[in-house]
């Protein structure tokens, strides 16, 4: 069992972050085939948050194979010093809670459907002038997008008012069939033009409505519960309201999209009401303005992300890992242009594919050039520039390259969603018969990069060939096989998405859990046959026969923006002694030691320790300002430290650590960041 401390009663639930734009455009091939770019969100969360009790709590999270339960562990707290021990070791009390998923609770999926519908009757009561769209169930709850005037805060409140009267009233929800034509004669007797586009992208028959007594009705295939009165109305909350575009398309009427969550009961409504008070307390965004760690000027443009001093120490640590790790598994470092004619990107595809993601172009000297959105191409570009023989492979390429991608201004989101990013983007070119191997030391590499920065839990998907792909049965067999054999060399379990594959080859695709258990998809490998093909690159066999090499795709942090924002969250901003960009303050009691302070400042500087000197304010502000800061490390002068050339540390992980000399401190805190520890 996982310790977590004296946090008290805990709870755990799944939950997705909500979309910031609303967009039914389906993706692209490209789009599908690369998703390292930094548009994953949140997948699952468990919470933390103290009980009324003074009781000591261990918790850990059981995994169910549909739900996430937590169990709370009650043990007694320990004695104080003077106290009289406990020696009474027995079993302790365990408080268990279960928060269902659409896929794990029929009932729970019943419930939110039927939400989405009693909402869309509550507004159509209080704003009859209101057009209903869509009105499905989501992961944690549901939504309905009307077209209608903006709506407040104050309108959510009495939206759900009107909700809890129709759910107290207990009317039954009666499911009809009816002709197309019938339908299309019922919509529009009552003037709703929405819902006939959407009858007209129905393919199956009978239609099938959905009435709640004999006052509502929508367009609907179910399930839903049988009454009202089924929902408990304390267990609703509507969460806010969003713009959509109408089939996500810009040129369409914007919508007002109303949010709402739904539970089976009061108590999984609570725990989510508290996971979303600590998702918004880990928020990188409000983090990152803080700790002063990046910021997107609007002056700028959105999506473009700066990188403040304190931000890029942090990222230089990152990079110089990555670099480090990678030049001594035999990848060599490249760098390579922003910007490229077009006509690499029709050589590469992704103008017929991914052009809807790529800014536009622009001419120079009645040429065209294009910013690019993906690395690969430029790397393929290196392979190429000389023949190559069998004896050449494996050849490893990789580079932190930073691609443009279009993004629609509504779906941008912190560094989760952004425009300029930078991957951490590697090219394998390889023979078939070393597939496997060098999947193996990629999933090898993953492991030690995502180990440095305290990531070791993963959930793994090995994706196969899709309907429409390139290359042959035998080559897709034989490199599926490859990767299989990798991922079970490697000892690692997978879930197989079938036919989920990239159009030009199988990937692994793996997901990262952070300290709160949410699920962040950063590393993919992915087999290409395309590529090779598209630019005709070829080696020379030991038969002197020209041949194609298989290439390999991957990246391990997926971008280095993202990635960020992950580490942040999953810190809470309290970035370990080795990560912190300021491991140390130094602070004078008095002006009076601040010359010795500046001296102590300097020798940590140049024994690579990353310090500061902060003066001005009174001691207290001073360590108040450095805990909110959330300095690990503060080295406190006062005039017994200044005459004996010492320094009282107080670790922000550890309480006061005591009087030491410069030395001791600077020897304490290049061991303890080396070796990745507290001090």
Same mark, same amino acid.
Request: a negative charge.
């Given at each position: 069992m996982k310790s977590f401390g004296t946090l008290g009663k805990t709870m755990a639930l799944s939950l997705s972050s909500q979309p910031l734009f609303a967009s039914s455009k389906p993706l692209s091939p490209l789009k599908n085939a690369f998703p390292f770019s930094p548009i994953r969100q949140i997948s699952t969360l468990f919470l933390l948050y103290p009980s009324n009790n003074n009781a000591t709590t261990n918790k850990f999270l059981l995994r169910c194979r549909n739900s996430f339960s937590t169990h709370a562990v009650q043990e007694a707290a320990p004695p104080a010093a003077s106290a009289q021990t406990n020696t009474n070791t027995g079993a302790s009390s365990i408080d268990k809670i279960v928060l269902p998923t659409n896929e794990s609770s029929d009932g729970l999926l019943r419930i939110r459907h039927t939400c989405a519908h009693v909402m869309a009757m509550a507004v159509q009561k209080l704003y009859p002038n209101a057009k209903v769209t869509i009105g499905p169930w989501i992961e944690?709850?549901?939504?309905?997008?009307?077209?209608?005037?903006?709506?407040?805060?104050?309108?959510?409140? $009495?939206?759900?008012?009107?909700?809890?009267?129709?759910?107290?009233?207990?009317?039954?929800? @009666?499911? #009809?069939? @009816? !002709?197309?034509? =019938?339908?299309?004669r019922r919509i529009m007797s009552i003037n709703e033009p929405y819902k006939i586009e959407i009858l007209e992208s129905i393919q199956e028959e009978p239609i099938t409505i959905y009435h709640i007594g004999d006052e509502w009705w929508d367009l609907c295939a179910?399930?839903?519960?049988?009454?009202?009165?089924?929902?408990?109305?304390?267990?609703?909350?509507?969460? !806010?309201?969003?713009?959509?575009?109408?089939?996500?398309?810009?040129?369409?009427?914007?919508?007002? $999209?109303?949010?709402?969550?739904?539970?089976?009961? =009061?108590?999984?409504?609570?725990?989510?009401?508290?996971?979303?008070?600590?998702?918004?307390?880990?928020?990188?965004?409000?983090?990152?303005?803080?700790?002063? *760690?990046?910021?997107?000027?609007?002056?700028?443009?959105?999506? *473009?992300?700066?990188?403040?001093p304190k931000g890029a120490i942090v990222r230089h640590i990152i990079e110089d890992t990555w670099k480090k790790i990678h030049m001594e598994r035999g990848y060599d470092l490249l760098y390579t242009p922003h910007v490229a004619k077009a006509d690499l990107w029709k050589i590469s595809g992704h103008l017929d594919f991914?052009? #809807?993601?790529?800014?536009?172009?622009?001419?120079?000297?009645?040429?065209?050039?294009?910013?690019?959105?993906?690395? /690969?191409?430029?790397?393929?570009?290196?392979?190429? $520039?000389?023949?190559?023989?069998?004896?050449?492979?494996?050849?490893?390429?990789?580079?932190?390259?930073?691609?443009?991608?279009?993004?629609?201004?509504?779906?941008?989101?912190?560094?989760?969603?952004? $425009?300029?990013?930078?991957?951490?983007?590697?090219?394998?070119? /390889?023979?078939?018969?070393?597939?496997?191997? #060098?999947?193996?030391?990629? *999933?090898?590499?993953?492991?030690?990069?995502?180990?440095?920065?305290?990531?070791?839990?993963?959930?793994?998907?090995?994706?196969?060939?899709p309907e429409k792909a390139v290359g042959d049965d035998e080559i897709w067999e034989r490199a599926t096989s490859a990767l299989k054999d990798a991922l079970e060399d490697k000892g690692w379990s997978y879930q197989i998405d079938d036919g989920g594959g990239a159009f030009y080859g199988p990937k692994i695709d793996l997901k990262i859990e952070d300290a709160l258990g949410r699920k962040w998809q950063c590393s993919t490998i992915q087999v290409d046959f395309n590529l090779p093909q598209r630019f005709d690159i070829t080696y020379v066999d030991s038969n002197q026969e020209r041949?194609?090499?298989?290439?390999?795709?991957?990246?391990?942090?997926?971008? %280095? =923006?993202?990635?960020?924002?992950? %580490?942040?969250?999953?810190?809470?901003?309290?970035?370990?002694?080795?990560?912190?960009?300021?491991?140390?303050?130094? %602070?004078?009691?008095?002006?009076?030691?601040?010359?010795?302070c500046n001296e102590v400042g300097k020798k940590l500087k140049a024994s690579g320790i990353r310090a500061e000197v902060i003066s001005g304010e009174r001691l207290p502000k001073l360590i108040r300002n450095a805990e909110t800061q959330k300095i690990p490390l503060m080295a406190v002068v006062g005039p017994k430290e200044a005459e004996t050339q010492t320094v009282t540390v107080r670790s922000r992980f550890?309480? =006061?650590?005591?009087?030491?000399?410069?030395?001791?401190?600077?020897s304490r805190t290049k061991t303890a960041s080396e070796n990745r520890t507290f001090l």
């Open positions: 944690n709850g549901f939504y309905y997008d009307f077209d209608m005037e903006p709506l407040t805060d104050r309108d959510l409140k $009495r939206i759900k008012k009107e909700m809890d009267r129709i759910i107290s009233r207990n009317l039954p929800l @009666v499911r #009809e069939e @009816v !002709s197309r034509d =019938e339908a299309q179910g399930p839903h519960v049988e009454t009202t009165g089924k929902i408990n109305k304390k267990a609703i909350e509507l969460e !806010s309201v969003a713009g959509a575009y109408w089939r996500g398309d810009v040129k369409k009427p914007m919508l007002q $999209r109303i949010y709402g969550t739904a539970w089976e009961n =009061e108590d999984q409504l609570k725990a989510y009401l508290h996971f979303k008070e600590e998702a918004k307390r880990r928020d990188h965004r409000r983090i990152g303005q803080d700790l002063d *760690l990046f910021s997107i000027q609007d002056e700028a443009g959105g999506g *473009l992300v700066f990188w403040h991914y052009k #809807e993601n790529m800014f536009d172009q622009m001419e120079i000297e009645e040429e065209l050039f294009q910013l690019r959105p993906m690395n /690969c191409p430029y790397h393929v570009l290196v392979y190429k $520039r000389q023949l190559h023989s069998y004896r050449d492979f494996p050849i490893r390429v990789a580079e932190l390259g930073t691609v443009y991608r279009y993004e629609l201004s509504g779906s941008l989101h912190g560094l989760f969603r952004v $425009r300029g990013f930078t991957q951490d983007d590697a090219h394998i070119f /390889c023979l078939e018969d070393q597939i496997k191997d #060098e999947i193996r030391g990629v *999933l090898d590499l993953t492991e030690e990069i995502l180990q440095q920065f305290g990531f070791d839990k993963y959930d793994v998907n090995l994706s196969t060939r041949k194609r090499p298989i290439m390999i795709h991957r990246a391990v942090l997926g971008s %280095l =923006e993202r990635f960020f924002g992950v %580490l942040i969250e999953n810190y809470a901003g309290d970035f370990p002694l080795w990560l912190s960009p300021i491991q140390a303050r130094v %602070l004078p009691v008095t002006d009076a030691q601040l010359q010795y550890a309480g =006061e650590l005591g009087n030491m000399s410069i030395d001791e401190f600077i």
